[in-house]
């Protein structure tokens, strides 16, 4: 058992959040136990109760935790200029994060947003609205350029469906590709990352020279 330290109730708080997002990224809302998060965290369950009221409680405090990273990732990601060139980098950042094992808490948030996605998908439902929220109008003005510069050709994809499915390789990539002794893919880190973009940009219909001179630039 942890040995109990008496810390700042602001910061007993955010040592309960921490360990509930692990367990609840790890086991899902429904088979984590209340017992579980109080030992991992130092406490008694009746003091953790004092934070957080209930079970229920405390998975909306995660989630909200989540959605704050969310934010943090969008700041850090959000294309700076509107053009085939920004998109394809971004992308490799994106993917990059997505596969870094040392991205702990970016791995919590893809599993609680994995999870939702096989549950009642209300959780899920929100990040997605956010990030198209956030993110559309500079991605729209993205495309549009990168089309018109000739770099995008054939058939239109929505804005919408095209972040969502990014968004989608990311989510089960992160799953699969953290953990090198378990992953089913081939090739590095790097391969991979480099895949992933190939295969979302070919999908929204850049042409092999953009997508190659954008990742040399």
């Given at each position: 058992?942890?040995?109990?330290?008496?810390?700042?109730?602001?910061?007993?708080?955010?040592?309960?959040?921490?360990?509930?997002?692990?367990?609840?990224?790890?086991?899902?809302?429904?088979?984590?136990?209340?017992?579980?998060?109080?030992?991992?965290?130092?406490?008694?369950?009746?003091?953790?109760?004092?934070?957080?009221?209930?079970?229920?409680?405390?998975?909306?405090?995660?989630?909200?935790?989540?959605?704050?990273?969310?934010?943090?990732?969008?700041?850090?990601?959000?294309?700076?200029?509107?053009?085939?060139?920004?998109?394809?980098?971004?992308?490799?950042?994106?993917?990059?994060?997505?596969?870094?094992?040392?991205?702990?808490?970016?791995?919590?948030?893809?599993?609680?947003?994995?999870?939702?996605?096989?549950?009642?998908?209300?959780?899920?439902?929100?990040?997605?609205?956010?990030?198209?929220?956030?993110?559309?109008?500079?991605?729209?003005?993205?495309?549009?350029?990168?089309?018109?510069?000739?770099?995008?050709?054939g058939r239109e994809i929505s804005v919408r469906n095209t972040s969502l499915f990014t968004e989608h390789v990311g989510t089960v990539l992160?799953?699969?590709?953290?953990?090198?002794e378990r992953s089913p893919y081939e090739g590095s880190t790097e391969d991979l990352v480099r895949d992933a973009v190939w295969f979302c940009?070919?999908?929204?219909?850049?042409?092999?020279?953009?997508?190659?001179?954008?990742?040399?630039?």
């Amino acid at each position: 058992m942890n040995k109990r330290i008496r810390l700042p109730a602001h910061e007993r708080r955010a040592v309960i959040l921490g360990k509930a997002r692990a367990i609840f990224a790890q086991s899902g809302y429904e088979a984590a136990r209340t017992q579980d998060i109080a030992r991992e965290s130092g406490v008694s369950e009746a003091l953790m109760y004092r934070h957080f009221p209930s079970k229920e409680v405390l998975y909306r405090a995660v989630l909200r935790d989540v959605i704050r990273d969310q934010d943090a990732s969008y700041d850090k990601l959000a294309l700076q200029e509107f053009n085939g060139r920004a998109l394809i980098r971004n992308l490799h950042a994106y993917f990059s994060i997505v596969v870094d094992p040392a991205e702990v808490r970016i791995r919590e948030g893809f599993r609680l947003l994995l999870a939702s996605l096989v549950g009642d998908t209300g959780f899920a439902t929100l990040v997605y609205r956010r990030a198209n929220r956030l993110m559309q109008h500079r991605i729209t003005a993205a495309m549009q350029q990168a089309r018109a510069a000739g770099e995008i050709v054939g058939r239109e994809i929505s804005v919408r469906n095209t972040s969502l499915f990014t968004e989608h390789v990311g989510t089960v990539l992160n799953v699969l590709a953290t953990k090198a002794e378990r992953s089913p893919y081939e090739g590095s880190t790097e391969d991979l990352v480099r895949d992933a973009v190939w295969f979302c940009c070919r999908a929204v219909g850049f042409t092999d020279e953009a997508i190659e001179r954008h990742l040399q630039d």
